[in-house]
């Protein structure tokens, strides 16, 4: 289990987090939602010391897990970060291999298990046809699943992805949550999504958490999280709420912006 106790975050004495206690229950999906600027992806970048904890901790499994080394770290918790701006003109192949780095010794060089893993990775993504392809020539829903892969040859049981749906088209939105939820429920996989799309994260998640203002503002599964008055609070738009029973969980309608 991954649990944040009373986590605070600040840069320049600009409070970012404030006292954020949450719960990542395994096997679960869970997603991080919460308007722009209110500290998402500060929350996440904790776990791969990209934003400096402040005051409170992190636990992995018991385990105090910022006073673990970030190779340690790396072989326990794989972080995809937002969308790249600068896409590495290398071959499909050789990006995915990248996940294995924190298990490699000095010489880098790649064991037998290594490479099983990186192909296994490629095959599960459905690009092994794109291995000697060029990252920066393919598609974005292509490439998202180029990345997928590397996240996935670092073989960890904790996958944390941020706002990995970002500039796709929909048809390309669904098929990376898919693969989400093909790693969760096929292989077991943890995860932690920060998205935008309320809809969407109410569709593909177990759990939902709410950050408004560098705070927690709610918590629960979708239907309890969902609700007019979230929307109103925290996203300031009115909507019309109904359920989706076929995959049982709610989606909503925006119908008008809320002053002030």
């Excluded at 560098?214 to 239907?223: D, Q």
């Amino acid at each position: 289990m991954l649990e944040f106790r009373n986590v605070s975050v600040s840069c320049q004495h600009m409070p970012i987090l404030n006292d954020i206690s949450l719960t990542f229950r395994d096997g679960e999906i869970t997603t991080i939602l919460g308007p722009n600027g209110c500290g998402k992806t500060t929350l996440v970048q904790c776990l791969n010391g990209a934003s400096t904890v402040t005051a409170g901790q992190i636990f992995l499994d018991g385990q105090d897990f910022l006073k673990i080394s970030p190779k340690e770290r790396a072989r326990e918790i794989s972080l995809l970060p937002q969308v790249r701006t600068i896409i590495p003109a290398i071959p499909v192949k050789m990006l995915v291999e990248h996940g294995r780095f924190p298990y490699l010794g000095f010489s880098r060089r790649k064991s037998k298990e290594d490479t099983e893993i990186v192909n296994r990775a490629m095959e599960f993504t459905h690009i092994s046809q794109y291995a000697d392809q060029y990252v920066d020539t393919l598609s974005g829903g292509i490439r998202q699943r180029v990345f997928f892969a590397m996240v996935l040859a670092q073989d960890c049981d904790y996958i944390v992805l941020d706002e990995p749906t970002t500039y796709l088209d929909i048809s390309s939105q669904m098929e990376v949550l898919e693969l989400v939820r093909r790693l969760n429920r096929e292989m077991g996989m943890t995860i932690v999504m920060v998205l935008h799309d309320l809809n969407m994260a109410a569709r593909y998640s177990d759990y939902l958490y709410v950050i408004k203002d560098g705070g927690l503002y709610a918590g629960g599964a979708p239907g309890e999280v969902i609700t007019q008055e979230t929307l109103r609070e925290v996203f300031r738009i009115e909507a019309d709420i109904t359920h989706d029973a076929g995959h049982n969980c709610p989606y909503f309608i925006p119908m008008r912006i809320l002053n002030g």
